[in-house]
C-alpha cells in the first residue's frame, strides 16, 4: 500500500529545528561551564566534557537517523515488549548495576553506561498509549484508571527502589496525558489542593496560623453556603482533616532521609545554610541574577567555574546561561522551549488515531516536567531535584532518551497520513 | 468532551513560562542584590604552589636555593589609575609599558588578574606595599625563582621555565597548566618529579577588592601542597668552581668521576653562563641571547658533543685484543709507518711500548688481527663478522650508545656495524683496508667526553663501570635514585689484562704528558688529539689517579688546543691535585693553563 516510509515533507521541520536549536545551545554552554581561563582547552578537546558531549550529539543524530527510518508501526507493535524489557532491566540494574553516591542507577558494559530509568520513559509511554488507545478504554470509570495507574506506577516503583526520586517523579508527569484523555477533574483539583496545602505548610513556620486560616475557611464556607447538617459535616470533617494532615507533615518530613528534608527547608530559606545544603540554590540564584539583563559574556562568567555547583554541567547548566547571557538568553531558551511544546500540542491534536496523540501528549508530559521542574530549581522555586534539562545537559542517556522519546513522535506525526483514522 | 482540556494545557504551559521568566525577571533585572552578592561572593581558587626542592653538592653545600619573589598583578575590571602620571613615578613604568599590559589583560579577561609587573624584588616590593591600597585592581602575588650561590654548574643542574605547549600536550597526568613551571633542562628536568612536590589548591572567599574573607567551606575543598624533595647531588662544589675557573675563556669539557661509584664530581660545559641569568624576569632576554651567541653556551658539551676517540680508543683495543687472546703483553709489531704515519719512537715496540709510545702502525696490525680471524674463507665475510663481534665487544665499554646519564638530551656517539659500511659501499664490498682507521679510533667513530670519562673510570676499575650519574641522594635516601644507577657494569675483560695497561698508562705520562706528572701522585693517563677538519686539532686527555687506589677518573677535552699533551693534560692534572689534595700549589702549571696559550 505505501511507497515509502520516510516522506521528508511530512517531517514537522518546526519541531526539529528547535530539537537543534537547544541542542547547539545547550553545547556552547557546557563548554561555558568546564571552560577555564587559565587552562585554555578548545570546545572540541575530549578531555572535556564539551568534547564529550559532541559525540553523544553525533550518536544521538545516528539514532535520529534510525528512528526515522524505521517503520512507523514498529514502534506500535514493540510498545508492550519494549516496556516489559525496560522493567526486566530495572530489575536488573539494583543487582548488575554500578553503585555511585548509595544509588544504583546504571547498567552496561565498561565505560559505555546507559540508566534504565531513562531510557524507560519513552517505553511506558508507548505501552500506556497502546494500553489506553481501545475506544472502549475510559479514564472517567475506575477500573480503566486503576489499571492506566498500574501501568505507569510498576515502573515507578522500581525506580524508587534504585533509589531515584527524581526520575520516579517524571513519571506522574504523564498526569498531563490522563487530563487530555479524560481523567476526571476533581483528581486535579485535589493534587493542587494538596500540594498548596503541604507547601503553606511547610512554608509557614507556625502551623497555628495555617490552622487558623483553615478554620476560618471552613467557617466561611458553612456560613456562605445552604446550611444542612450533611454539609456542615463534611466541612468540618476536611476541615480537621487538612489540620490533621497540616501537623502531620513535619512529622512525615522528620523520618525523610536528611538530604531530601534539607533540599525541601532549603527552599523555604536558603539563608538557613548558605554554605552548606542552600549552597547550590544560593550560588545558583546568585549566577544567574548576576546575569543582569544581557549577561556576563559568553565565558565571561566568575559565579559557574570550578565545580562548586555540583552537576554545574547536567542538571544545573541553566545557571551558566542565565549568569552568560542573562535574562535575554533565558527567555530566548524559555520561549524556545514554550514555542515547541506549543508545536507538540499541535501535532498531537492533528492525530488520526488515539495512539499517536496519547503518545504525543506523553511526550509534552515529560519535556514540560523536566523542563518546568529543572529552571524552577535553579532560581529556587522548587526543591532540588536531580533531573536534566532536556536536549540541554550534559551526557549520553539524557541526550539520547529525550531525542527517542521526540523523535518517535515526529516519526508518527509524518507517517499520519498512512494511517486509518481509529479515532472514532 | 476534552475540547477545552488542549487549551487548558496549552495555557498551562505558557502560564510555566511567564512564571519562570517573570522570577528571573526579578532575580535578573529588578534585584541587583545578586550582582553585588556575585562580586562580593566569589570564589577564588587559588593554586599554592610547593616549595621545589633545593639541591645540595655532594659535601652538603647548597648549590639551588629559591628566592621569594613577587608579581605585581591587575584586574581590568577593577582597575582605577587615577593621577596617570603620578601612578607610573609610584610604579616605576613608562605609560607605553602600562597601555601594553592592560591591553594584554584585558585581552586575557576582564574580571581576572594578569601581570602587570612581573618579577619585582624583596625591595620594590616593600615600597609599593604602601600605595597599593589606593588602587583597586592592582595586588602582589607571591611566587619563587631559583637562585644558585655560586655561579657554575649551570649546564648540570640545568634551568626551569614556563611549560611550553608541546610539554602540556604530552603530561598526559594533567598536572601541569599553562603558565606552570618545570625543569627545562639538567637536573631541574631529570628529576622534575621529585624536585617539583605536589600543587596544592586553596579555595577562598574574597569580595570585589580581592580581600580575603576566609576559606571557602572551612577549607573543605582544599588540598596542601607538597614541598618537593631536596636532592644532592654528586658534584663537589669546589671542584666544580676550580674546573670552570680553567675553562673559562675556552671552548670544551671536563667530566670527572669517582669510578668506585659512577658518581660525577664534575661536569663542566665552557663556555657556560652564570646560572642565576637564566632564572627571573631577564629568563627570556638572557635566554635569546644565550641561544643565539655563536660559541654556544648553552650546548651541553659533556654529552651533547662528539668526537673521534682518538690514541684513547687504543687502549680499549689493547684490552679488547687480551681478552680474545689475540694479543700478548708480548706481542710485538714493527711501527711500520707505510701502512700508516707514526712519529719517531724505538721499533719494533711491544704492547706495552705501544701504548706509551701511541704507535699508530701497530694498533692498524692489531686490529686486523681482531678482526680477520679466518672465521670465514672469504675476505668480506671474515671481516664483516670479525667487526660486528668486535662492536659487541666496545659497546660493553659504554661506547655506541647513550650511557644513560641524569641529564636529558644525551648523544650516544657512534660505533660502525657491518650495516654502515654495507650501506656505504655495498654488502660485500669492503675490508679490513676500508675500516683499519678504527683501529687508532679515527674514521667513523664518536664519543662524548661523558664516555671517555667512564672509560677511565673502566681502567681505573680494571673492567666494571657505574653508569655515570649526578645525584647521590633525594631525600637523603640514597635508594631513590634509579636503579640503573645503583648497578654494576661489567666490561667483559679480565682484571688481571688491567695491570699492564694502568702501568703503560702511567708510564705514559713520560712520554706524551710530562707536565701532567705529579711527584706525590701516580696519574694514569692517556693523551689523544681529535682531528677537527675546521682548524686546529682537539687537545683530548683521560686519566685516573691516583693509581693504585683510584679516587678520581677524568676526560679533559679542549677545542683547538692542539696536542693533548699540552691543554688536557694540564688541565686534568690540576683537576686531580685539586680533589685529592683540596688546593693546587703548582702556581706555574695553573697559571699556564689560565692563560690558554697551547698552540705553538
Request: charged share 20%; glycine share 8%.
Amino acid at each position: 500500500m505505501r511507497e515509502s516510509d520516510i516522506n521528508i515533507n511530512r517531517v514537522d521541520w518546526i519541531t526539529v529545528m528547535i530539537y537543534f536549536t537547544l541542542v547547539i545551545i545547550g553545547w556552547f554552554n557546557i563548554y561555558a561551564a568546564v571552560y577555564d581561563g587559565q587552562a585554555e582547552k578548545s570546545i572540541f578537546d575530549f578531555s572535556i566534557n564539551s568534547g564529550k558531549q559532541l559525540v553523544w550529539i553525533g550518536t544521538a543524530i545516528a539514532i535520529i537517523i534510525v528512528v526515522m527510518a524505521a517503520d512507523y508501526r514498529l514502534y506500535e507493535n514493540l510498545s508492550i515488549y519494549l516496556y516489559l524489557t525496560f522493567l526486566v532491566l530495572l530489575v536488573l540494574t539494583p543487582f548488575v548495576g554500578k553503585e555511585v553516591n548509595g544509588q544504583v542507577l546504571s547498567i552496561g558494559v565498561g565505560s559505555f553506561r546507559i540508566q534504565p530509568g531513562e531510557f524507560a520513559k519513552f517505553a511506558t509511554a508507548l505501552a500506556l498509549a497502546k494500553f489506553m488507545e481501545r475506544p472502549t478504554f475510559d479514564l472517567s470509570k475506575r477500573s480503566y484508571q486503576l489499571k492506566a495507574f498500574g501501568v505507569l506506577m510498576l515502573p515507578v516503583i522500581l525506580i524508587l527502589l534504585q533509589p531515584d526520586t527524581g526520575t520516579a517523579m517524571v513519571y506522574f508527569s504523564l498526569l498531563i496525558m490522563f487530563y487530555r484523555e479524560g481523567l476526571p477533574q476533581y483528581y486535579y483539583v485535589l493534587a493542587f489542593g494538596g500540594i498548596a496545602v503541604t507547601l503553606l505548610a511547610l512554608g509557614i513556620e507556625n502551623n497555628l496560623y495555617l490552622s487558623g486560616a483553615i478554620i476560618a475557611i471552613v467557617i466561611l464556607l458553612i456560613v456562605l453556603g445552604k446550611k444542612s447538617w450533611q454539609r456542615i459535616l463534611a466541612f468540618s470533617l476536611i476541615g480537621v482533616g487538612v489540620i490533621i494532615y497540616i501537623y502531620s507533615i513535619d512529622f512525615v518530613v522528620s523520618k525523610l532521609p536528611e538530604h531530601q528534608q534539607n533540599r525541601i527547608m532549603v527552599l523555604f530559606n536558603p539563608d538557613l545554610d548558605p554554605l552548606g545544603v542552600g549552597w547550590n540554590v544560593t550560588q545558583s540564584k546568585i549566577a544567574i541574577g548576576s546575569g543582569g539583563l544581557a549577561g556576563k559574556g559568553y565565558l565571561q562568567g566568575t559565579q559557574t567555574k570550578f565545580d562548586f555547583v555540583p552537576e554545574q554541567h547536567t542538571d544545573f547548566i541553566f545557571c551558566t546561561l542565565g549568569e552568560e547571557f542573562g535574562w535575554l538568553g533565558s527567555f530566548v531558551v524559555i520561549s524556545l522551549f514554550v514555542a515547541l511544546l506549543y508545536r507538540l500540542i499541535i501535532m498531537a491534536e492533528r492525530q488520526k488515531t488515539r495512539f499517536t496523540r496519547i503518545y504525543g501528549y506523553c511526550v509534552i508530559s515529560i519535556i514540560l516536567f523536566h523542563f518546568m521542574i529543572n529552571i524552577a530549581m535553579t532560581i529556587g522555586l522548587f526543591p532540588v531535584v536531580g533531573i536534566p534539562l532536556p536536549f540541554f545537559s550534559y551526557g549520553g542517556s539524557s541526550l539520547w532518551s529525550f531525542t527517542i522519546l521526540l523523535f518517535i513522535f515526529i516519526k508518527m506525526d509524518s507517517s499520519r497520513a498512512m494511517q486509518l483514522g481509529r479515532l472514532g | 468532551m476534552n475540547d477545552q482540556r488542549p487549551v487548558a494545557i496549552i495555557i498551562f504551559i505558557f502560564l510555566i513560562g511567564l512564571v519562570l521568566l517573570t522570577k528571573l525577571f526579578m532575580i535578573q533585572v529588578m534585584d541587583d542584590s545578586f550582582m553585588k552578592k556575585a562580586e562580593r561572593n566569589a570564589i577564588q581558587r587559588v593554586v599554592d604552589h610547593p616549595y621545589r626542592g633545593l639541591v645540595y653538592d655532594r659535601n652538603g653545600k647548597l648549590l639551588v636555593y629559591n628566592n621569594p619573589i613577587f608579581d605585581l598583578m591587575l584586574v581590568p575590571k577593577e582597575f582605577e589609575v587615577g593621577d596617570t602620571t603620578r601612578f607610573l613615578e609610584l610604579f616605576k613604568i613608562s605609560k607605553e609599558e602600562l597601555i601594553e599590559a592592560y591591553e594584554a589583560a584585558r585581552k586575557y579577561s576582564y574580571v581576572k588578574p594578569s601581570p602587570l609587573i612581573k618579577q619585582i624584588s624583596t625591595t620594590e616590593f616593600a615600597r609599593m606595599q604602601d600605595y597599593l591600597i589606593d588602587y583597586p585592581g592592582l595586588f602582589i602575588m607571591t611566587r619563587s625563582v631559583r637562585s644558585y650561590p655560586l655561579p657554575i654548574a649551570a649546564h648540570a643542574l640545568g634551568y626551569i621555565g614556563e611549560i611550553n605547549a608541546r610539554q602540556l600536550e604530552r603530561d598526559t597526568t594533567n598536572y601541569y597548566v599553562q603558565g606552570d613551571y618545570t625543569g627545562l633542562s639538567g637536573i631541574e628536568r631529570f628529576y622534575e618529579d621529585d624536585l617539583r612536590g605536589r600543587k596544592g589548591v586553596k579555595y577562598k572567599m574574597v569580595n570585589v577588592r580581592g580581600v580575603d574573607k576566609g576559606p571557602f567551606k572551612d577549607g573543605e575543598y582544599d588540598t596542601a601542597s607538597v614541598a618537593g624533595k631536596n636532592i644532592t647531588s654528586t658534584i663537589d662544589m669546589e671542584l666544580q668552581r676550580y674546573g670552570e675557573m680553567l675553562m673559562a675563556g675556552k671552548k670544551g669539557s671536563v667530566v670527572a668521576i669517582e669510578p668506585k661509584t659512577g658518581e660525577i664530581l664534575a661536569m663542566i660545559s665552557a663556555p657556560f653562563y652564570d646560572p642565576n641569568d637564566l632564572t627571573g624576569s631577564e629568563f627570556s632576554k638572557t635566554y635569546r641571547s644565550l641561544n643565539s651567541d655563536e660559541s654556544k653556551p648553552l650546548f651541553n658539551r659533556p654529552i651533547m658533543a662528539t668526537y673521534p676517540p682518538g690514541s684513547i680508543f687504543k687502549v680499549v683495543q689493547s684490552l679488547i685484543g687480551l681478552q680474545e687472546g689475540v694479543l700478548t703483553p708480548e706481542t710485538t709489531f714493527a711501527c711500520n709507518k707505510s701502512l700508516v704515519a707514526c712519529h719517531n719512537h724505538p721499533s719494533p715496540v711491544n704492547l706495552f711500548g705501544a701504548i706509551r709510545n701511541s704507535c699508530n702502525p701497530y694498533y692498524h696490525q692489531a686490529f686486523r688481527q681482531i678482526i680477520n680471524r679466518e672465521v670465514s674463507s672469504n675476505t668480506y665475510k671474515d671481516t664483516e663478522i670479525g667487526l660486528n663481534a668486535w662492536r659487541e665487544n666496545v659497546l660493553k665499554f659504554g661506547l655506541g650508545g647513550r650511557l644513560g646519564v641524569d641529564m636529558p638530551n644525551e648523544k650516544g656517539g657512534d660505533v660502525p656495524s657491518s650495516k654502515y659500511y654495507d650501506r656505504f659501499y655495498g654488502e660485500g664490498r669492503w675490508k679490513y683496508s676500508t675500516i683499519y682507521s678504527l683501529s687508532i679510533g679515527q674514521g667513523e667513530m664518536l664519543v662524548t667526553p661523558l664516555q671517555m670519562a667512564n672509560l677511565a673510570a673502566i681502567f681505573a676499575n680494571k673492567g666494571y663501570y657505574y653508569t655515570p650519574h649526578l645525584v647521590k641522594s633525594i631525600d637523603g635516601d640514597a635508594n631513590q635514585i634509579p636503579e640503573k644507577y645503583r648497578i654494576k657494569n661489567e666490561v667483559g675483560v679480565e682484571a688481571r689484562h688491567f695491570d699492564m695497561i694502568q702501568d703503560a698508562m702511567a708510564e705514559a705520562l713520560y712520554g706524551t704528558a710530562t707536565r701532567a706528572i705529579m711527584k706525590d701522585i701516580t696519574i694514569a693517563g692517556k693523551t689523544g688529539t681529535a682531528q677537527n677538519p675546521h682548524g686546529e686539532d682537539h687537545s683530548v686527555f683521560v686519566a685516573f689517579a691516583p693509581k693504585e687506589d683510584p679516587k678520581i677518573a677524568i676526560a679533559v677535552y679542549v677545542e683547538n688546543a692542539g696536542w693533548g699533551g699540552r691543554a688536557a693534560a694540564s688541565t686534568a692534572s690540576l683537576m686531580i691535585e685539586k680533589y685529592i689534595k683540596g688546593e693546587v700549589l703548582r702556581k706555574e702549571l695553573q697559571d699556564y693553563v689560565l692563560a690558554g696559550n697551547f698552540i705553538y
